[in-house]
């Protein structure tokens, strides 16, 4: 219910944001169509649009879909955290960072889904996240706190830039192509500030894999809807792909953090993007996505989001695969086992003491 409550805010978000209008004002919500102010029984997580059967109560008009989608999905994304972090583990720092993050990436679905882009706010707050998740892992001195020898929200960091600025760069230089958007760059950034860079790679590769399935899908379903003259003309509008400078410049932006301080300090954005960081595009309300275009933002948020909900099962699979592919697994599992002995278990669980894992059970 909690999550639910955060989706309906993420709704906000999501119509608000892009279209640079204040998360604040108006302080209630009201309805686009009519102008009626929303009252508390409309505005009920998941509960209102059901019993208004997804219409406004005053005028009738439709209340897309997606009001409810993302209530529902924020609710199970974040009882998976809760699950995995209050109930199996008690770990609340880790669920609050992952909570507000993955709030943050479902809005970055839906925004990204529709539009084609990403608010820099959005980014800047899940570095802010994993920063500030780093700065609590130092003062209760964990071990996690460090990787590599540096922070590990700084390591992420450096990760997320590397591995997706990297892409662009390739796919630029290879092809000729513009291979990824900058607004991934700086998500994949703040992904990696907040999962740490092992965690923040499986998601990258969850992404990936995500994005072949389901985009494969997406392209064959709009493709059917198009038709044949709409692909051509898209086929043949001339092709300017961005130069390897500013790529370049761009990128070493992202790596300093410069779009981040710029959001705050607007002069040195515009000086160094060339544009305004609130500055809304002209054409977005009428823009209209390509037919074959498929945004790989929406797979990186999901694929982090899941990362979010599932993280030690994913560490523990790819833990598990790298033992297998490296012969390794007969010595760690004898290695535990021994460990576990020692204390001397009760002579009624020996019978269970073979495996490693009832083992610990039992102790
Ligand atoms: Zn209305």
Redesign the pocket.
């Known amino acids: 219910m909690l999550g639910a409550t955060i989706g309906s805010f993420l709704n906000v978000v999501i119509y608000r944001m892009p279209r640079g209008m204040s998360l604040s004002e108006p302080r209630h919500s009201i309805?686009?169509?009519?102008?009626?102010r929303l009252s508390g029984a409309d505005l009920i997580p998941l509960f209102s649009w059901l019993m208004l059967a997804g219409k406004?109560?005053?005028?009738?008009?439709k209340v897309p879909g997606r009001y409810f989608a993302v209530e529902l999905f924020t609710g199970v994304v974040w009882a998976a955290i809760w699950n995995q972090y209050f109930i199996n583990d008690a770990d609340w720092p880790r669920a609050i960072a992952y909570m507000a993050a993955s709030a943050a990436l479902v809005a970055i679905i839906w925004i990204d889904w529709e539009l084609y882009l990403i608010p820099d706010q959005i980014n800047a707050f899940l570095a802010f996240v994993g920063i500030a998740y780093n700065i609590y892992l130092y003062s209760v001195n964990s071990p996690f706190k460090e990787t590599w020898g540096m922070p590990s929200a700084l390591a992420g960091w450096l990760v997320g830039v590397a591995v997706l600025w990297g892409i662009a760069f390739l796919g630029r230089l290879l092809f000729g192509k513009d291979a990824m958007g900058h607004g991934d760059i700086k998500m994949a950034r703040g992904i990696g500030a907040v999962l740490f860079p092992a965690v923040a790679l499986i998601s990258f590769g969850l992404a990936v894999v995500l994005g072949a399935v389901l985009g494969i899908a997406q392209v064959l379903w709009l493709r059917t809807r198009a038709t044949s003259a709409e692909v051509e003309e898209e086929d043949e509008e001339p092709y300017v792909p961005e130069s390897l400078g500013s790529l370049l410049k761009c990128g070493f932006g992202y790596l300093i953090g410069i779009d981040i301080i710029g959001l705050f300090y607007v002069p040195l954005y515009e000086k160094w993007y060339g544009e305004n960081p609130y500055a809304v595009p002209d054409d977005l309300e009428t823009f209209e996505a390509g037919n074959t275009m498929i945004p790989f933002g929406p797979y990186l948020a999901l694929g982090a989001i899941v990362a979010t909900m599932f993280s030690q099962q994913l560490v523990q699979g790819v833990d598990n695969y790298l033992n297998w592919a490296t012969g390794r697994r007969v010595e760690i599992h004898r290695e535990k086992s021994a460990g576990t002995l020692s204390p001397g278990p009760r002579s009624s669980d020996v019978g269970l003491m073979s495996c490693g894992v009832t083992t610990e059970l039992c102790v």
């Open positions: 309805c686009p169509k009519c102008r009626h406004c109560r005053y005028c009738q008009v």
